[in-house]
């Protein structure tokens, strides 16, 4: 009985090891089939999606001479429907100025646009790129020289910003940067040369006010002289010939019909000065200045034409007023000057009040 209970246990370990290799067996065969199903169907999606990958080899170029670009970095950015941007890839140009992209669903209805920034640190961005292949991106379509209206020296790393110029005839910012040690920079201008107008703006180096280039309609090069020669004007008294600190002194344009135009105003430091950068002077346009110096009365000086130094003397004319009847001054006292004409009559010139020590100054 022993021996036989120990033959039963043996085949009973037997027919489990039997059941565990056929169920091992089983398992393996539809792990196996599973895979083969995956493979199956997860294959036409990778295949799909590897063919909407393209190359894009782009060229980069400067534009107005044509030389390739090497070492500079280029960026693609995915472009969406709303014209937002986001970034992809980078790739920096080979000796040949060329970069190669592998771009997802380029050709199949994804959008590129690429960015670079090949001079002056200012960004330019490309056309739209919608298909795979070559793609020659040119950069520096404009380039500026800039140079001093004053003394005619290099203007280096020197602001400069470029404005659209309307069908309004309004004025839209665009860009801007500094220029380079030899007083270049270069810019592209979204559709010049394709009948869209720009202006470049600078600071005058004389005093600061803004000047305009030239219309620019085409690519190419430019030079953008910056302001004019200065005129240094010292105001002084008339009759002692000190010089007055401290006083605004007015600049006006002399426009046709005696009219004028208001173009800036500036206070005098402590040596009476003021330095003024004025458009035309001394090639034809004519300026006046005008300051409230004595009495709250406006002097004008003489007509302007030439840059260079100028004396704006004020209170020619200096007038005590006293009583009569007792000799004393008399203080806010209103005076009216009158120009005696040929005809004997008389014409109203000027009216004010003395100060406090009754004295009043004119210039006639």
Known sequence: MLIKQTIDVSQHHSFQHILQRYAWEKCRAFLSLLTLLLVLVLTPYAQLEAAQTRQLTVNLTDRLSQQKLSGLSVTAY??????KLKWF???TTDTQGQAIFTLEGLGFGQNYVLTVNAFNNITTYSKVVSSS???????????????????????KNYSITAYEILADGKQKWRTSGKTDQQGIIRFDLENLGSGTNYILKAK???DSSYKNSQIISNIGKIAFKVGNKALNITLRDSISGQIIAGQKVIVQELLANDKSDWITERTTDANGQIIVDLDGLGA???YKLASKVYNNLYSYSDLITTTGSFSFNVGTLAVAVKSGAS???LPDFRITVYERLSDASNKWHASGNTDTSGIIRFDL
């Not at 070559?134 to 290099?154: E, K, R, Y």
């Open 204 to 206: 005058s180096p004389v």
């Open 284 to 286: 034809g346009r004519s």
């Open 133 to 155: 292949g070559i793609f020659a991106f040119q950069v520096g379509a404009l380039s500026a020289s800039i140079t001093s209206g004053a003394d005619g020296s290099l203007l």
């Open 327 to 329: 000799e004393k001054a």
């Open 89 to 91: 890839a980078n790739k």
């Open 78 to 83: 995915q472009r969406a429907s709303d014209g």
